[in-house]
């Protein structure tokens, strides 16, 4: 399959913190790893104590990823729900679906967002969960939610499958990033099967693949292309130079956002001003044509990350699923060193069961910029519990 070369894509500057060589071994793995981010001990010259390097919070999107624990179980059990025969739950099944520990959690939002969920029973019936009336009213505009999203999602897949070596990943590597990309439960069967002419699964070593039937030179564009192109139309170009806070306005520059307590010296800076202006690969050429020790095939990786979170509907991803892409994109062995690195770029937090991967630039504080016709529908439907309200000054992803 040949593949077509989109913009000039954008080396990796000296190691933000060069001692933790000492401490990551290639082979250890990112989650065990989730835990050493938060102090970096230095060695410093003569015999004072080693310096530490803090690795800055940022609380507003540790914050995002706290506001999202109870909207989630909302969404799940209304799913729950509308996956019964009679669109209504048993409580007492409620511990087959989710668990004994989890249900406690599940009946308490029930007894909290009466708005939402009703409770009936009768003398000879057992309590049963259904929505209400104006829950049920909201929900019915799901479906033309997805269909707003089929086209964003073929799109999606196509560019995901474009990212990797071969142009194709296993479908069991996918299943690991369904829900961050928004494909429904049964895609295998729904989307897939639609578009024969552009996918197809195929079995290879015994492991099903899903793989890119034609290649599609207007997807090859990455979202910091796309980003410069709209600034460069619109005349929001700055002159070209390095500010403190480490941004260039060119066409091979990120977008960077810093830690409030994170002060660069000027020689960090100078060096970022030239990785900013090198010019790079794109992560939609094919990996296999350049060496890893090349600075612009290092600063390529960094290119291929921020192109992954960007195609994902909350622009992150858990550390484990980053790690299940290592072969098909040729991401480095240290992953984790390479997010601390560009700490300006990406954000690593623990909050949460799994250790997460921000992209910073798709957030303003802790909420997100741009959202897809599915997260404007689940906004609507969480705000009848009255924690969140629908962000009319949100773009819509289309």
Request: aromatic letters at 8%; proline letters at 6%.
């Amino acid at each position: 399959m040949r593949r077509i070369s989109p913009l000039p894509f954008l080396p990796l500057h000296r190691p933000l913190l060069s001692s933790i060589h000492d401490k990551i071994s290639d082979k250890t793995s990112f989650s065990k790893l989730s835990s050493m981010w938060i102090q970096i001990m230095h060695k410093t010259s003569g015999g004072r104590r080693p310096k530490k390097k803090i690795y800055h919070r940022v609380h507003e999107l540790d914050k995002a990823m706290d506001l999202q624990k109870k909207p989630s179980v909302i969404l799940k059990l209304k799913s729950i729900i509308q996956s019964q025969k009679n669109q209504s739950l048993l409580l007492r099944d409620l511990e087959k679906e989710v668990g004994f520990i989890q249900k406690w959690n599940y009946i308490a939002v029930i007894e909290k967002y009466p708005s939402i969920f009703h409770v009936s029973s009768g003398h000879r019936t057992p309590p049963a969960v259904s929505l209400t009336t104006k829950a049920e009213k909201i929900a019915s505009e799901e479906s033309l939610a997805n269909e707003l999203m089929e086209p964003i999602l073929v799109n999606n897949l196509k560019k995901l499958l474009m990212l990797s070596v071969d142009c194709r990943i296993p479908l069991e590597t996918i299943d690991l990033i369904q829900q961050e990309f928004g494909l429904p439960c049964d895609y295998k069967k729904s989307l897939i099967p639609k578009f024969p002419e552009f996918f197809s699964v195929k079995e290879i070593c015994g492991i099903s693949h899903l793989e890119l039937e034609t290649w599609d030179s207007s997807l090859a564009v990455t979202a910091r292309e796309e980003r410069f192109l709209q600034e460069r139309i619109s005349g929001s170009l700055k002159r070209a130079r390095i500010s403190k806070d480490g941004n260039f306005h060119g066409p091979f520059a990120f977008r960077l956002s810093f830690p409030s307590g994170f002060r660069p010296n000027m020689s960090y800076l100078q060096e970022l001003e030239k990785w900013q202006k090198m010019d790079f690969p794109s992560p939609y050429l094919n990996a296999k044509r350049f060496e890893v020790s090349d600075p612009k095939a290092r600063k390529r990786v960094v290119g291929v990350l921020h192109e992954v979170l960007s195609l994902t509907m909350e622009k992150r991803l858990t550390s484990g699923q980053l790690e299940a892409f290592h072969s098909e994109l040729r991401l480095p062995a240290r992953l984790l060193l390479c997010l601390i690195k560009h700490h300006g770029l990406f954000y690593i937090t623990n909050k949460g069961a799994k250790s997460s991967v921000f992209l910073k630039e798709g957030y303003e504080g802790s909420r997100l910029v741009d959202k897809c016709p599915l997260l404007l529908f689940r906004d609507k439907f969480v705000s009848l519990s009255g924690r969140i309200a629908v962000e009319p000054s949100s773009s819509v992803v289309i």
